[in-house]
């Protein structure tokens, strides 16, 4: 989640966390944007166009920060937008193009607060159907028996209310949005329109991509990023994959 001066400590952290969080507020800004220094400061970061460019940004430090101590990643893996800072870890996107897909990506969506809601819940993926709610989609496997899923407001009340009552696991999702499921669909084509062509590099690490829940050694091209935007979060899968790679890793 997302919180009021969530990075506000790592702006303080060192010279080379401070360096490049303000190059990316700069290409941030330059690409149409808001502050993400501002919003890592002292911003509620309730709208999506405030906090998915603040999400990129404070992981992009946190690698920093981590690589200054001497500490870097064998293979990486990201959750959602989490995808792009891992893919600029790895090398495959050059920072600029990570900060014009994060502040495309967030300005196509921005209109859709409302849209929906999301929901997590104690469920396996294959028991979805069974609930009978068919505007209700998987946003995110995270786990054999762990969903999140994402629709209606009034279809997942209604799904919430029966495990509530079964004492099952529930718990809502802090957002107004009802990311990866088709409420983005219209936001996916304008992000298809407006981004245009994604330059990518050969990943200098390996990369587990959440979207295909396995390794991915393909060129992350705009059609990824769009997928990346509408398709669920595999990444029980993509962590899966990992583990099963463990000795190559």
């Known amino acids: 989640g997302v919180y009021r001066g969530m990075g506000r400590q790592l702006l303080e952290s060192s010279i080379e966390v401070r360096q490049i969080l303000e190059d990316i507020d700069g290409l941030v800004l330059s690409l149409g944007g808001t502050s993400v220094l501002d919003a890592l400061r002292d911003e509620e970061l ?8 603040a999400i990129f940004a404070l992981q992009v430090g946190l690698v920093t920060w981590f690589a200054s101590h001497g500490i870097r990643p064998a293979a990486v893996v990201g959750h959602s937008v989490g995808e792009l800072a891992a893919a600029w870890a790895c090398g495959a996107l050059p920072l600029f193009e990570a900060c014009h897909i994060v502040t495309m990506r967030a300005g196509v969506m921005a209109n859709l607060r409302g849209s929906g ?30 969903c999140v899923l994402a629709g209606p407001l009034a279809a997942l009340e209604r799904v919430q209310a029966e495990f509530a009552s079964a004492g099952r696991f529930a718990r809502w999702v802090s957002t ?7 409420a983005v669909t219209a936001a996916s084509v304008r992000l298809r329109k407006f981004a245009g062509n ?7 690490l390996p990369l587990y991509s959440t979207v295909d829940g396995a390794r991915r050694d393909a060129p992350l091209d705009l059609d990824y990023w769009v997928r990346n935007m509408c398709e669920p979060v595999r990444f029980a899968a993509a962590i899966e994959a990992v583990a099963n790679d463990m000795d190559a890793v």
């Open 46 to 53: 309730d709208a999506t166009e405030l906090a998915q460019p």
């Open 117 to 146: 809601g999301m929901l997590a819940l104690a469920i396996a993926p294959d028991e979805v159907a069974a609930l009978g709610e068919p505007e209700v989609s998987v946003a995110a496997i995270n786990g054999p028996s762990s």
């Open 176 to 182: 107004e949005y009802a990311f990866h499921s088709p």
């Open 198 to 204: 994604v330059e990518t590099e050969p990943a200098e």
